[in-house]
């Protein structure tokens, strides 16, 4: 079936690559869709919060295997050690917010979520891949109200790329039997402005625990000028992801023994992803502007672990499969979501003074199938032995108003108000319920340019992410009567550029009333536990490009406050919140000419915690205990050798350092070893 996909994707490339070709003249167009920062010259002046933006430039710089590798460079964002497939499964966290799923953090491609639900479960189980993205948007303050909920820490927006006439080949290897293929074919049409264009990605390794992978990509986009006021824009995506791996983490003494094979041979985490976006952008009038996004996703995942039944320091046992008991379970949820998000501007002049005023709409619906599977045996089949059937709907609506007092200074308040039903059905028990919540959440920022090389910003906001379904409503079917996870957020900063010199700092603090634990629909449990923390810290930025071609780059995250307040079942007064780290930085160092571009970076992580009781000494299975400092070194480069061909490696780990990352969710896993990727493309035009 893969292969039938695949061939189908290939004549399609070649017809994108080649049947538009008559339109080289065609007039350059922009592919309508949701920024959440833009790419106008004052766009991050304009938000009053902290804007991070990685470009096609750095990614080409960087050579990340994963979007998290990426976002490891940007300050106030963690992310939680790789549980296989290389960045698979996106584990991030931003500001000290438990980084698990990335459950605290909304993660977007071209504006529309990617999370399998929002309402339902928002636990992420599917990160795109990197190698056809042309950038990644970073947004934290009050701005990211207008994005959806479960962003109390901030917005992640992914930006695919454009589809760009000619056919292009790449092609990388490395050690650990890593493999990758990727086509990319695009076209334009000068009598109609049409632009269409295909990317395609084969990718597979063996892993460096023996925790392999084989994933398929294919990303269709395309787009026309309907009138000179109208743009419409479809994106489809497919992909496919057979991941060898687990739960089960490596137990202490095979962690000092260096062991490589899988601790979990037979359990697999497959993934399929199917979405289509339709965007549709009108320019109303001078300063007026819709933009509608009608968005559709379904995603399949089956994750199937062999039953443990036992743990020691040495190994992880298993009921074996021999027919007699159940020894396998299968977790499958198959995700739909369909939503319609349209949202309009409008500059205007009133009292005196210039005003931008924005107004959004969004109609949400999702539904979840989640079945238990048992099986005796290795086959992924068996009988059913918990089936239940969920869904969630949500009506939303923003508005908010930049307030121009002077050419200098600017006031935006803002305010989102949510209504979301949310409905839990048991198939097998024939027991069900419901529950309905109404937020209102409130913004304002502000904004100062005190000289050209300065601006000042800060804003105040309430955050709220909702009750997810196994913990607002009980198995049998008993509204929870939980109030959502809600936050009031401060944060005062200054940004800015001087003469090759880059700059932005901030202040933050994140003040948690009723921090929600969400509990897993696999695990059982239907009871959530609430409690406050408090998350207080600070993020520092700096860059400095000579004349010469080199170049400088670093920054911090310091993190001195995330702890529990007042004693609850979440964890002790004073304790802090797992797998945060205190400190975070990066430094770079990078060199640029005549085609050269190359970088050095050092990325470091304090000590953590892997639970809320900042248990410090390991226990004998290797699930609790401090997770010690983490220092790695990468090293990477590309070159133009012309315009057409050019060649790019990267070595991750260059100091082959032996490190924890993580202790959940049941055991040690190891950071990736010394690996490297090395490649080459070539444009055909």
């Not at 290897?173 to 990317?199: L, M, P, R, T």
């Not at 490596?250 to 962690?255: A, D, E, F, K, S």
């Not at 198995?475 to 009031?488: H, Y």
Request: with cysteine; charged share 20%.
């Amino acid at each position: 079936m893969k292969q039938k996909k695949l061939a189908w994707a290939l004549r399609l490339a070649l017809v994108c690559g080649c049947s538009l070709s008559s339109g080289i003249q065609a007039k350059e167009i922009d592919l309508p869709r949701i920024d959440i920062v833009g790419s106008e010259e004052n766009a991050r002046s304009k938000i009053p919060g902290t804007v991070d933006v990685i470009n096609q430039k750095q990614l080409d710089l960087l050579q990340p295997l994963s979007i998290q590798d990426a976002l490891k460079t940007i300050p106030g964002i963690n992310i939680r050690g790789d549980e296989g497939g290389l960045g698979s499964i996106p584990n991030i966290g931003i500001r000290g917010l438990n980084p698990s799923r990335s459950q605290k953090v909304l993660l977007l491609e071209d504006g529309a979520p990617i999370h399998p639900s929002l309402f339902i479960s928002s636990a992420s189980y599917y990160s795109p891949p990197v190698d056809r993205m042309s950038g990644i948007e970073v947004l934290k303050g009050a701005s990211g109200l207008q994005y959806g909920p479960s962003n109390i820490g901030g917005v992640i927006n992914y930006l695919t790329k454009t589809p760009e006439e000619g056919f292009k080949l790449s092609g990388k290897a490395g050690n650990y039997g890593y493999q990758f293929a990727q086509i990319e074919a695009g076209g334009k049409s000068e009598s109609n402005g049409a632009i269409a264009g295909i990317n395609i990605i084969k990718s597979e390794s063996d892993g460096y625990q023996g925790n392999g992978f084989k994933m398929y990509d294919i990303l269709f986009k395309g787009g026309v000028a309907i009138d000179q006021n109208q743009w419409l824009s479809l994106k489809y995506t497919h992909y496919d992801n057979n991941i060898n791996t687990s739960y089960v983490g490596l137990r202490p003494n095979q962690y000092d023994a260096r062991i490589s094979g899988n601790p979990a041979p037979n359990d697999y985490f497959v993934t399929q992803r199917n979405a289509v976006d339709l965007n549709h952008s009108w320019e109303l009038g001078t300063g007026t502007k819709l933009n509608t996004l009608l968005y559709w996703s379904r995603l399949d995942r089956d994750y199937w672990r062999q039953v443990v039944s036992g743990r020691t320091s040495d190994k992880t046992s298993f009921t074996p499969c021999n027919g007699d008991n159940d020894c396998m379970f299968g977790r499958n949820r198959e995700f739909q979501m369909l939503g319609v998000d349209s949202r309009m501007t409008h500059a205007y002049e009133a009292m005196g003074m210039s005003n931008e005023f924005e107004f959004g709409l969004r109609l949400h619906t999702e539904t979840q199938s989640n079945q238990l599977v048992a099986s005796r045996s290795l086959a992924k089949s068996g009988r059913v032995s918990g089936h239940e059937e969920n869904k969630a709907n949500s009506v939303a609506l923003f508005a908010q108003n930049r307030f121009l007092l002077s050419k200098d200074f600017a006031v935006t308040p803002g305010v989102r108000v949510e209504s979301y039903n949310q409905s839990r059905n048991n198939v097998l028990t024939e027991k069900s319920g419901s529950a309905k919540n109404l937020e209102t959440v409130p913004q304002i920022g502000a904004s100062w340019q005190l000289i050209p090389e300065l601006q000042l910003y800060s804003s105040v906001y309430k955050g709220f992410a909702p009750a997810q379904l196994a913990t607002a409503i009980s198995e049998k079917g008993v509204d929870q009567q939980l109030d959502p996870e809600r936050s009031t957020n401060f944060e005062f900063g200054l940004r800015g550029v001087n003469h090759g010199f880059s700059y932005d700092a901030a202040i933050f603090s994140m003040n948690f009333s009723n921090q929600i634990v969400n509990q897993s629909l696999a695990a059982g449990i239907s009871k959530a536990n609430g409690g406050k923390s408090l998350h207080q810290g600070m993020e520092l930025s700096l860059g400095y490009g000579f004349e010469s071609g080199w170049g400088l780059s670093g920054n911090l995250t310091y993190i001195p406050v995330a702890k529990f307040v007042g004693n609850s079942s979440m964890g002790r007064d004073g304790n802090r919140i797992p797998y945060t780290s205190e400190l975070v930085s990066n430094l770079g160092v990078s060199y640029q000419k005549n085609g050269l571009n190359t970088l050095v970076s050092l990325n470091y992580l304090s000590p953590q915690f892997a639970d809320s009781a900042n248990t410090a000494l390991p226990n004998s299975i290797g699930t609790l205990g401090e997770i010690p400092a983490i220092t790695t070194m990468n090293w990477s480069a590309n070159y133009a050798i012309n315009k057409s061909l050019k060649v790019f490696g990267v070595v991750n780990n260059l100091l082959n350092r032996r490190y924890i990352s993580s202790r959940s969710p049941d055991g040690i896993f190891a950071g990736a070893p010394i690996n490297f990727q090395a490649g080459m493309s070539y444009q055909f035009f």
